[in-house]
């Protein structure tokens, strides 16, 4: 596991700190840096704009040993992570 601050299969409400070329920096309630690779976007693979700074989302962790922490916002990994906290 990561610091204990997220957890992976964690779902999260974070704000969109910045856009980069290969995605977006969020921010935890908790002050949390995370990080959403740009494959990880619905509308970006749609091809459509990135979320902006200020954006609220919905993220899943699916890495919390790296820091910042990785997430995801498809619906695929969300499915998965609920899953896999049913079964603990």
Do not use: H, Q, Y
Not at 22 to 42: A, E, Q, S, Y
């Amino acid at each position: 596991m990561g610091d204990g601050m997220v957890r992976v299969d964690e779902e999260l409400e974070v704000v969109v700190s910045a856009t980069t070329a290969w995605g977006v920096k969020v921010t935890t309630r908790d002050g949390v840096d995370g990080f959403i690779d740009n494959l990880k976007i619905p509308s970006w693979l749609a091809r459509e704009e990135l979320p902006v700074s200020g954006t609220s989302l919905i993220v899943v962790v699916l890495d919390d040993v790296r820091s910042p922490f990785r997430g995801s916002l498809l619906d695929e990994d969300i499915e998965l992570a609920r899953d896999a906290r049913r079964r603990t």
